[in-house]
């Protein structure tokens, strides 16, 4: 079963500070990888998309990793800001299928 | 910003009424998607589309319909609420040239009495 699990569930950390979140997959066969913020109440705004053959790619303060071999992704957010409070959710997606996998997401609080 | 418009924002009915939840973009996307989505948990797809005149059913089970009579409108139709149909409903359509993108809208919050 296509499976998608997001570490940690929830963050706090200070304003300023950088942190990583995490996120494992066990979709087969892979396509791409997303990367969402979602506000509360909001629908999710994408971050990044990343195929088999990209390893990092940045959006800003944001850079997402992607080890295909390990099946591993993060997320790095750099120099943290209040209004990067936010859900931050995985998303898988298989080669020749047409729907996708979500993690249930990491919930994010940046304090001042 | 997304060109993607949801409405209610939020919705408020009794049991056993028939709602329509209103979803509509301005991108030409091809494909709409309708995802379910409770607290703290992870989105489930409901419908989704791939043109006008297609519809097909998602991973979750759901009572809903859709139709797809325009390319960019994608109503989500619930003909008996029941308070188990209580969550936020979200909208997307993709773009095929993005690596099918999601844009989403800023959701229905239904809550059924």
């Known amino acids: 079963k296509n499976q998608v699990e997001q570490s940690p569930q929830s963050l706090i950390i200070l304003e300023g500070k950088n942190c990583t979140l995490q996120?494992?997959?066990?979709?087969?066969?892979?396509?791409?990888l997303r990367w969402y913020k979602q506000d509360t109440g909001r629908g999710p705004v994408s971050l990044t998309i990343m195929t088999f053959s990209e390893n990092t790619k940045s959006n800003g303060r944001y850079t997402a990793t992607l080890d295909a071999d390990t099946k591993q992704s993060s997320l790095h957010i750099t120099a943290s800001q209040l209004s990067d409070s936010a859900s931050y959710i995985c998303v898988v997606s298989a080669r020749g299928y047409s729907t996708l996998t979500f993690g249930k997401g990491t919930m994010l609080l940046v304090s001042p | 910003e997304a060109d993607i418009y949801q409405t209610p924002r939020y919705l408020v009915i009794g049991t056993g009424k028939k709602i329509t939840l209103e979803c509509s973009q301005t991108m030409g996307h091809d494909k709409m998607y309708w995802y379910q989505q409770d607290p703290g948990m992870e989105l489930h797809l409901i419908h989704y589309s791939y043109g006008v005149n297609s519809t097909e059913k998602g991973d979750l089970s759901s009572e809903s319909t859709v139709s797809r009579i325009r390319t960019e409108h994608f109503p989500l139709t619930l003909e008996s609420a029941r308070p188990s149909h209580t969550s936020q409903y979200l909208c997307?359509?993709?773009?095929?040239?993005?690596?099918?993108?999601?844009?989403f809208g800023s959701g229905t919050q239904l809550s059924v009495l």
């Open positions: 996120c494992n997959y066990t979709v087969s066969p892979f396509s791409n």
């Open positions: 997307a359509s993709s773009d095929h040239r993005l690596k099918e993108k999601l844009f």
